[in-house]
């Protein structure tokens, strides 16, 4: 009669916090952290704190993945709409009276500096899926085109920053959810052949449109240089081509097996531009050649494999979408990033997870893996 009465321990109070968590992707998640500290370690050991600065934003990071997982995604599902309107307000706000730094537009000063759009890279899959969790069953083209709308407005604010990195981010994970939610390839194929007809003629007519005096739609001055440096970056070697050749440098410098840890003469003598952010790849590479960037790019491709088998057993329909979009912005970061560093997309701001430097951005993509984490723990509760 008396174990009727029996108080629980503290630890069997605490145990359901931690059980149902993904141990497949944790691991993935604690090895490319590792890398990112041993790289940080050697890339930033002389830029001031950036070693102990980057492990506080990984604890950081950890601690909101922690907390985002022990939140239900029927939680998330009700804080979508709310979440996404904030988001674009502070956007308008940005435009309004935001801080202006090295020409972009990008902050706002609420007490502290703050960036909005990193806001919008959780809250746009959110609502996406969110919208068509409420239409399931009855989608109409009508309902693509409103997801489309709900993507073009912030990724226009963006733009309009301009900050093009954070938004190929933000588009893209807008555009997983929509493809995932059962976009017909009848609309798709059209925008791929027109996409791949643009990219050839920019690359025929090379010599013409480069011209500085010819001005490209859409884009500014900055923008078309990047892609034009692309396209031939001994154009300029000691300027706009000089990101692009010191990084395609240290990673061919390289070789197979790498100079060695802390062996990196591109990386410690300083001919690699950002070294410790954008470029992190490049000095990574210089180091560890390239078993080390196959190795890296493994751990990556076994954090997405994971994440869309997340996705593919999730219960519902917002889940399936929020998984596989979130899983697949991975993707988008670590593609981008590795193909600007080696020479084959143009330089934007984008970071590579978990190794590179930054603190909102270790954060979001924190919040990203947590988020994947609540999903996996919904799908065993209603399993079991």
């Not at 919208?131 to 399931?136: C, D, G, V, Y």
């Not at 979408?321 to 080696?342: D, E, H, K, P």
Request: net charge positive.
């Amino acid at each position: 009669m008396s174990a009727v009465f029996d108080q629980p321990s503290p630890w069997q109070r605490i145990k359901p916090i931690f059980t149902g968590f993904d141990i497949p992707l944790i691991l993935a998640m604690l090895v490319l952290a590792g890398v990112g500290l041993v790289t940080m370690y050697s890339a930033g050991y002389d830029s001031g704190t950036r070693f102990p600065d980057h492990g506080r934003n990984m604890l950081l990071a950890f601690g909101v993945l922690f907390i985002a997982a022990q939140v239900s995604p029927q939680t998330l599902m009700k804080a979508a709409l709310p979440l996404y309107t904030v988001g674009v307000a502070l956007l308008v706000a940005v435009a309004v009276m935001g801080v202006t730094k090295k020409g972009a537009t990008r902050w706002l000063n609420v007490g502290v500096v703050i960036q909005p759009s990193e806001v919008l890279k959780i809250a746009m899959p959110l609502v996406l899926a969110w919208w068509f969790q409420r239409r399931e069953g009855h989608l109409r083209v009508l309902d693509f085109i409103i997801a489309l709308v709900l993507l073009a407005v912030p990724v226009g604010l963006i733009v309009k920053q301009p900050d093009l990195g954070t938004a190929i981010l933000v588009l893209s994970a807008g555009l997983y959810v929509i493809f995932f939610a059962g976009l017909s390839w009848k609309l798709i194929i059209p925008v791929m052949l027109i996409a791949a007809a643009s990219v050839t003629a920019i690359v025929v007519s090379e010599d013409r449109i480069c011209q500085p005096d010819v001005k490209w739609p859409l884009l500014r001055d900055y923008q078309k240089n990047r892609v034009c440096t692309l396209l031939d970056p001994t154009t300029d070697p000691l300027g706009k081509g000089f990101h692009t050749i010191q990084g395609m440098i240290a990673i061919g410098s390289g070789g197979v097996h790498g100079k060695g840890f802390m062996q990196g003469t591109q990386t410690h003598l300083e001919f690699i531009p950002e070294r410790t952010t954008d470029f992190v790849f490049a000095a990574y590479s210089e180091e560890f050649g390239l078993v080390g960037g196959v190795g890296l790019l493994l751990g990556f491709a076994f954090l997405i494999f994971r994440g869309l088998m997340i996705a593919s057993d999730a219960p519902t329909l917002f889940t399936r979408l929020l998984a596989g979009a979130i899983t697949l912005s991975f993707f988008t970061y670590a593609f981008v990033n590795m193909g600007m560093v080696s020479g084959i997309l143009p330089v934007v701001g984008v970071p590579l997870p978990f190794i590179s430097y930054g603190g909102t951005a270790m954060v979001t993509l924190g919040l990203g893996l947590g988020i994947l984490m609540s999903i996996a723990k919904s799908r065993r509760l209603i399993q079991s």
